[in-house]
C-alpha cells in the first residue's frame, strides 16, 4: 500500500504502482524497443478518438502548454492567420497569450467564468469576420470545470469552413471525441492527465492533410509539430531527446486504460467520482460552483466555507495532513478551492477525501 497522499488534481495525478514501476528501466533514445514503444502509443491515441483515417498523432517533449503552443504556431500562417477564442476561463486566455506571443492574430468572445461557450456565438462571429482563419476551443475549461460544446462548435467551424483547434488537455480519454464525427484540424493533450501517465510529454492529433500544409508556418524549430513529424515518420525516433521514462510509462498507462475498457469506462469512473463528490460535500454545507448542466465529471470547483476562519492554505495543510492533496481555485472574483474526479483514487479516495474535509471542517469550527 501507498502512503503518499491522493492527488484530488488535474495533473499531475496519482497514477497506478503498475505506471511508477514502468519508469525503473532505462531506454536507449535510437534502440527499436524503445521506438517501437512510440510507434504504439501514437497508434493508440489516434484509435481512442477513431482518426487513424483522417489523422496524425504528433507527440512532443513538455508540458501540454508546449504542445497547445506547438498546434497554434504549426497550423495558424504567420501572414493571414487569424483565431478566434471563445474564452471561459484561464486556459482560453492562455490560448490567446500565445497567439499574441506568436504575432497571430487573436479575437475572443468572453463569456463569465460559469457559463459554457456558445457554438451560435461563434457562429455569429464567423459570420461577421471573414478573416477569421481558425476557432480555438478549450473543450474542458479546468479552471471552473467546465464543459464546452466540442461538437456544436465543431459543426459551426466546418460549416463555415474554418478550422478548429482543440484543447482537449483534461478531456480526452474520459469524454467521447470521435473525429469521424466531430471535425478538426488539431487536438491536444498530454499524458499526465485522463490518460493517467506521468506528466512530460504532449500529443496532437492533427488533420493530415493540414499538416502536410504547415512546412514552414513555425516560428519556434523545438515547437515545429510539422518537423517533428516529417522526422518520425522517417527514422521512427524522435527528433531530440525523448523523455523515455515518461513515454515508457505513459504506454502502460495506455495499456490500462484500454484493459479499464478505454473512453467510455474511464468516462463511467470519472462520472461516479464526480457525483460522490458533489453529493458527499454538500452533505457537508460545501456548495459546487457550476450548474449541474455545464460540470464536466473532471474537476470541480467549490466555494469556500462560509467560516471567517477559512484560509485555503491551512485547510489545505488539514487535509493534506490527513492524506489528501486539493487544488487551489482559479475564479478571478470568488474564493473557492477545487478536487479533482481523475486519478487513480477509486471510490475510496473520494469518500476518504470528503472525509477528511469534514473532519477539518468540524475542527474550524470548534476552533472558532
Ligand atoms: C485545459 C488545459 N489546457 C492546458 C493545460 C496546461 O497544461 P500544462 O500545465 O501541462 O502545461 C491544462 C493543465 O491543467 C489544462 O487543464
Known sequence: MSTEPYLLTPGPLSISMRTKQAMLRDWGSWDVDFNSITGRIRERLLAIVHGAATHECVPLQGSG????????????????GHVLVPQNGAYCQRIARICRYLGRKVTTIDYAEDAAVKAADVERALAQ??????????????????????????QVVARHERRLIVDAMSSFGALEI???????????????????????????????????????NGHSLAL??????????????????????????FDCAIAQFLEEGGQAARGARYARNCRTLIDGMSALGLRSFLPASIQAPIIVTFHAPDDPHYQ?????????ALGYVLYPGKLTTLETFRVGCMGQLGERGIGGAIEAVGQVLAQMRAAA
Not at 478538426?184 to 492529433?205: H, N, Q, R, Y
Not at 513529424?229 to 510509462?249: G, L, S
Not at 492554505?313 to 487535509?319: D, E, H, I, T
Open 312 to 320: 485555503f492554505k491551512s485547510f489545505y495543510n488539514a487535509v493534506k
Open 65 to 80: 502548454t508546449f504542445s497547445v503552443e506547438a498546434a497554434l504556431g504549426t497550423l495558424v500562417p504567420r501572414a493571414h
Open 129 to 154: 469576420d471573414p478573416s477569421i482563419t481558425h476557432v480555438a476551443l478549450v473543450h474542458c475549461e479546468t479552471s471552473a470545470g467546465i464543459l464546452n460544446p466540442l461538437d456544436e462548435v465543431a
Open 178 to 216: 470521435d473525429a469521424r464525427r466531430t471535425p478538426f484540424d488539431a487536438l491536444v493533450a498530454a499524458s499526465g492527465k485522463c490518460l493517467e501517465g506521468p506528466p512530460g510529454m504532449g500529443f496532437v492529433i492533427v488533420r493530415r492533410s493540414a499538416l502536410e500544409r504547415s512546412e514552414g
Open 224 to 249: 515545429d509539430l510539422y518537423d517533428q513529424w516529417v522526422y518520425m515518420q522517417k527514422t521512427t525516433q524522435w527528433r531530440y531527446t525523448p523523455p523515455t521514462h515518461v513515454v515508457a510509462a
